[in-house]
C-alpha cells in the first residue's frame, strides 16, 4: 500500500519590515520576485511538486488572498487551499488550523510546514532531506530542519544536535533549542559543529502536531478546533471563524510545541537555505559584477563596491560608495550601511507612530480585478491609473462626495452608468456624476487601462457604497 502524499503547508503572514520599502504590510516580502523572475511564495509552492506532494495549503490573511490566489495560479497551482485568519495569530494557530483541516480527511496524513519568505538554493537536497524527516514524522517525531551555518549569524535561533535515531537514518534527537544569541555566543554556536540554524520548517503527522499542541499548549486547540468547524467557504477560500480564531494566544510553533516537546528531532540539511530576512541578505544571496556590487533596475553604479542597490522605478546613480544599501521605490528612497539592515525596522516604526502611510501601504494597490495607483493629488481633485485584468470587474457602486471622469488608454472597457452600458476603446472617455450608480468591466482579452480623474469635497476610499459585487466585499 502506497504512503499517502505529504501536504505541504505553506504560511503567508508578516509583513517583513526589514525588507521595507519594497515589502509593506500591504504587499508583503513573500510576494514580490526579490530572488528570481517569480515571487518568493511562487518560489516556496514550487518546491512541493510531484507525484509525492498533495495540493498545498497556503495560510494567509485576508488582505492578500487575491494576491495570493493569482500568483498560484500564474505557476499552474489550481487545487490549493487557501485559508484565511481573520487575525494574525502567528505560526501555532495557523499550523493548528491546516492539520485540523487535513485531519478530518486523514489525521495520518505528513505535513510539510514552510515559511512563503525562505529562498533555498538546493532542492534537490532538499527533498532528500524531506524524506528523511518524513520517515520521522511518521513515526511520530515532530521534525524540524537545522542548516549548517555559514557564518556567525544572531538574527537565527539555534539548534544543539542529539544522539542519532536508530530508526529514522539521518535524523537526530533536539538536544536542546537556542535563542538568538549575541555576537560571541553566535561565534562560538556557529562552529561547534554541534548546533544547526533554526530554519522554521517542520514536518510532522497530522495527528502528532495535534497531540503535542494538547498536551503543551491546550489553550490553542480548543479555539482553532471551533474556528475550523465553524469555516465557511467564500469563492476559492477558506475562512475560519473570527470570533473563535480570534481567542487563540498568538504563539510561533517553536514556543508552543517544538522547544516543550519531547519528539523533537531535527534533520541536518546544507540546501543553501536563508530566510530572505533583510538588505544585506539580499546582497550576500544576489549575482554580483566584479566590484561586488549587486544592481537591480534602472541603476548606475561609479566607483562603487559591494553594495546592493535596486530601483522600481526612476534611475538611480550610485558614486564613490562602499558597502551601501540603496532601494527606490515610486514613493520612497531608503539608504544606508548595509550593517545597519536590522535598523530598517526602527524606520518603518517611527513612520508608524507619525501616521505616515508609507509605512505599510504601497502607492499602488491591488484588488481581486486588477489594481490602482494615485498620480496626483490636489485640492478637491484626484488622478489615478486604473489597469483591470481580462475579464476583470469592479463591484457596482456609487459616491457620496465625487464624481468622475474615464478616460481609456488601452484595451476596452465595458462601463454601466445607471440605467446605461457603454462600450468604450482607446481614447474614448465617460463622465459619471456624483450619486449615480456604475460599474468598470473588462471584456477583451489584453489588460484595460485607463485614466480617472475624481473631483469632489472628499476623496477617501470608504467613500464606496458597494450595491453588487463578484468579489463578495461589502
Request: net charge negative.
Amino acid at each position: 500500500m502506497s504512503k499517502p502524499a505529504i501536504v505541504p503547508v505553506i504560511l503567508s503572514g508578516g509583513s517583513g519590515t526589514r525588507l521595507w520599502p519594497v515589502s509593506r504590510e500591504s504587499f508583503p516580502k513573500q510576494l514580490w520576485p526579490l530572488m528570481s523572475e517569480r515571487s518568493l511564495m511562487q518560489d516556496t509552492v514550487l518546491r512541493a511538486i510531484g507525484p509525492e506532494f498533495a495540493p498545498p495549503v497556503v495560510v494567509c490573511n485576508e488582505e492578500h488572498r487575491f494576491l495570493i490566489a493569482e500568483q498560484l495560479r500564474e505557476v499552474g497551482i489550481a487545487n490549493a487551499r487557501i485559508v484565511l485568519e481573520p487575525v494574525g495569530r502567528n505560526s501555532a494557530p495557523a499550523i493548528a488550523a491546516a492539520a485540523v483541516l487535513v485531519a478530518e480527511d486523514d489525521p495520518d496524513t505528513v505535513l510539510w510546514m514552510m515559511a512563503a519568505d525562505a529562498s533555498i538554493a538546493d532542492t534537490a537536497a532538499l527533498h532528500v532531506a524531506l524524506k528523511a524527516a518524513a520517515v520521522a514524522a511518521r513515526a511520530g517525531k515532530i521534525v524540524t530542519f537545522g542548516m549548517q551555518p555559514t557564518a556567525p549569524e544572531t538574527g537565527y535561533g539555534y539548534i544543539e544536535i542529539g544522539a542519532p535515531l536508530d530508526d529514522a537514518p539521518g535524523v537526530h534527537a533536539v538536544a536542546r533549542f537556542v535563542e538568538k544569541p549575541n555576537a560571541e555566543d553566535a561565534a562560538r554556536l556557529s562552529t561547534d559543529g554541534r548546533h544547526l540554524w533554526n530554519s522554521g520548517m517542520f514536518v510532522f503527522t497530522a495527528r502528532a502536531l495535534l497531540r503535542e499542541i494538547e498536551i503543551h499548549s491546550p489553550e490553542i486547540l480548543a479555539p482553532v478546533r471551533t474556528a475550523v468547524a465553524g469555516r465557511r467557504t467564500d469563492l476559492d477560500f477558506i475562512r475560519l471563524d473570527v470570533e473563535a480564531f480570534t481567542a487563540c494566544p498568538s504563539i510561533s510553533l517553536d514556543y508552543a510545541v517544538a522547544e516543550k516537546t519531547r519528539e523533537a528531532a531535527v534533520v541536518p540539511a546544507d540546501i543553501g537555505w536563508s530566510d530572505v530576512g533583510s538588505w544585506s541578505a539580499l546582497w550576500e544571496l544576489g549575482v554580483k559584477d566584479d566590484a561586488g556590487n549587486v544592481a537591480i533596475g534602472d541603476v548606475v553604479l561609479e566607483s562603487s563596491r559591494d553594495c546592493y542597490v535596486r530601483s522600481d522605478g526612476m534611475l538611480t546613480a550610485v558614486v564613490g560608495l562602499k558597502d551601501v544599501v540603496v532601494v527606490v521605490t515610486d514613493d520612497v528612497a531608503l539608504a544606508m550601511h548595509r550593517d545597519n539592515a536590522q535598523d530598517v525596522k526602527k524606520v518603518v516604526d517611527r513612520l508608524k507612530a507619525a501616521g505616515r502611510n508609507q509605512a505599510v501601504a504601497h502607492n499602488r494597490t491591488y484588488r481581486p480585478w486588477g489594481f490602482y495607483e494615485s498620480l496626483a493629488v490636489g485640492e478637491r481633485f484626484q488622478v489615478k491609473r486604473i489597469v483591470v485584468t481580462p475579464g476583470g470587474k469592479l463591484s457596482l457602486q456609487s459616491h457620496f462626495h465625487r464624481a468622475e471622469h474615464w478616460v481609456v488608454v488601452n484595451g476596452t472597457a465595458k462601463v454601466t452608468r445607471d440605467a446605461e452600458t457603454l462600450v468604450l476603446s482607446e481614447n474614448q472617455s465617460v463622465y459619471l456624476p456624483l450619486g449615480c450608480n456604475h460599474r468598470l468591466e473588462n471584456p477583451g482579452r489584453i489588460p484595460l487601462t485607463l485614466i480617472e480623474v475624481q473631483s469632489g469635497a472628499y476623496l477617501g476610499e470608504d467613500d464606496i457604497v458597494r450595491i453588487e459585487d463578484t468579489y463578495g466585499r461589502t
